[in-house]
């Protein structure tokens, strides 16, 4: 699995999103769940922006999803797939549809999770179609 | 408290420079202040206030003031909300004003991407702390396809198309063949904007706005000080602004923080959208402008594809006249930064001071609207309303 890039990709890892990035290194998808509201959230923040309760947890979704927007960087070398895609958990994230027909990538198409190796030992989520 | 009637547009000065190389960035804003200040008849003692956004070296207001030589400044604002920085500050200059505390507001933007480009300077870019850039950055997003990603979600919602998109930019280079100063002075048609490369899916290099050096100024007064001055009267009848974003993952691309911010302009000013005579609208990309019509009320949602086709944004042709000094698209947008240009436009079309082949008759009444940020992730969008003294 690839975006594409020549070399791994360096992710920002802090203290506070570090789980998230151990979280693909396994080959799980984190979102954030709020103990209080019980609303997801993503990205993955501390404290939840939905009611601003310090008692969120990382919980792992299923990585499924739909495409609802995408658009193809042309003036790449290959072009890329950027897209936000809707999990089923409900919340929309940026990322890159891989392992695909450039050409055939569509809104509401069905897209499942993959990772991509990255600097460190981590690992990106990406999307791949279903 | 309301700003309506409170403070005054009297000074405005667009550089006319669009590559820059020969001169600093603070160098650019001196111009720039001495331009504004020439063309209100105002000197740099009378400045009692000081605004800039994040395109200002250093600590914005207190390197520059002290380059700037500035000796009476009494209050200072920095808001940066990116390219609609300028279209906060007339706002906030403007309630400033009506508090009392200061008369004579200056604010100055410049920039120099291609001068910086071309001397190996790295393009300024905001800070790896900012939480949403290691979640967006991996994947390799940049301002083409963020802003693409909107028109092809409005394009499935609504059915719009690369041909009323195109519209958009057709009107700006109708304009812009007036402009002396402006980057691309070619009339366009329909088939130049489809037929040219694409740059992200579906936005062609025809749909992106110019990258320019240069830079621009703008004077916000006191009715008193407005009153004392030559200048034709150019007044502030209201201003909203708001942020939006992406709200934890609940994703919306097809409309912009418009919907907020000009309710709020709109209300404050007493005005309709049917009452403007023009508008400067933020042309980034031509899908910036299609949604943030939308949003200003200037067409149902969904329809301002069919509103902006058949000319409909030129300048003596259509039902709205909008940025007939070429805007974004054609004629400047400095260090990627189009608020300012957007509120000069404006200004010079109230005064009657625009070109004689775009000058809208009897302007009484124009708006300026900015969206700074990504419209594709997290946005500051500003609205301003100005009239005629009469308005
Ligand atoms: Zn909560």
Redesign the pocket.
């Known amino acids: 699995m690839s975006t594409g890039q020549k070399s791994k990709p360096r992710l920002i890892v802090n203290s506070e999103n570090k789980p998230y990035w151990e979280g693909a290194a396994r080959g799980q998808l984190l979102i954030k769940k709020?103990n209080?509201?019980g609303?997801v959230h993503y990205y993955p923040r501390s404290i939840?922006p939905?009611?601003f309760?310090d008692n969120t947890a990382f919980v792992e979704a299923s990585g499924d999803g739909v495409i609802y927007s995408y658009s193809v960087t042309r003036q790449a070398k290959p072009p890329y797939v950027i897209a936000y895609v809707t999990i089923d958990e409900g919340v929309s994230m940026l990322t890159n549809i891989v392992d695909c027909d450039v050409e055939k990538v569509h809104i509401g198409q069905r897209v499942k999770v993959s990772f991509v190796e990255a600097e460190e030992g981590y690992a990106l989520p990406v999307f791949t179609p279903a | 408290m309301s700003i309506k009637g409170k403070a005054y547009i009297a000074g405005i000065y667009e550089h006319p420079s669009r590559k820059a190389l020969d001169k600093t960035l603070p160098q650019l804003h001196a111009e720039i202040a001495k331009g504004v200040l020439e063309d209100a008849g105002l000197t740099k003692d009378d400045v009692d206030g000081y605004f800039c956004a994040g395109d200002a070296p250093g600590l914005g207001p207190i390197n520059m003031i002290e380059y700037l030589g500035l000796n009476n400044v009494r209050h200072m604002d920095s808001t940066e909300t990116g390219g609609s920085s300028y279209i906060v500050h007339v706002n906030h200059a403007a309630q400033a004003i009506a508090a009392g505390h200061c008369s004579v507001a200056l604010i100055t933007l410049a920039g120099r991407p291609v001068a910086d480009a071309k001397e190996g300077k790295s393009a300024r870019f905001y800070s790896p702390d900012a939480p949403d850039l290691p979640f967006e950055m991996p994947y390799r997003f940049n301002v083409v396809n963020m802003y693409a990603m909107c028109a092809m979600r409005h394009m499935h919602e609504y059915g719009t198309t690369s041909e009323q998109l195109a519209w958009i930019k057709v009107a700006a280079s109708h304009h812009a063949q007036h402009n002396e100063h402006a980057k691309l002075r070619d009339v366009v048609t329909v088939e130049d904007v489809v037929n040219s490369p694409m740059i992200a899916d579906p936005l062609h290099r025809m749909d992106c706005c110019v990258v320019t050096d240069g830079g621009g100024g703008l004077l916000v007064v006191s009715p008193e000080v407005a009153k004392s001055l030559k200048r034709p009267l150019v007044k502030v009848l209201g201003a909203g602004e708001a942020p939006k974003h992406l709200a934890g993952g609940d994703v919306d691309l097809t409309y912009s923080g418009a919907c907020w911010s000009g309710p709020k302009a709109f209300e404050e000013a007493g005005v309709k959208p049917t009452d403007i005579k023009y508008a400067s609208i933020y042309d980034s990309f031509t899908i910036t402008v299609l949604e943030t019509l939308e949003d200003l009320g200037f067409c149902e949602k969904g329809k301002g594809g069919a509103f902006v086709s058949d000319g409909n944004l030129i300048s003596g042709v259509g039902k709205l006249p909008f940025n007939t000094d070429g805007g974004g698209l054609c004629n400047n947008h400095p260090g990627n930064r189009g608020g300012m240009t957007k509120v000069i436009e404006a200004a010079r079309q109230i005064r009657g001071e625009a070109h004689p082949k775009v000058q809208v008759p009897n302007c009484d009444i124009a708006l300026a609207h900015g969206t700074g940020g990504l419209l594709g992730a997290r946005m500051g969008s500003a609205t301003l309303i100005l009239g005629s003294e009469a308005a």
Do not use: E, G, N, T
Request: hydrophobic share 10%.
């Open positions: 709020c209080d509201c609303k939840c939905h009611c309760a």
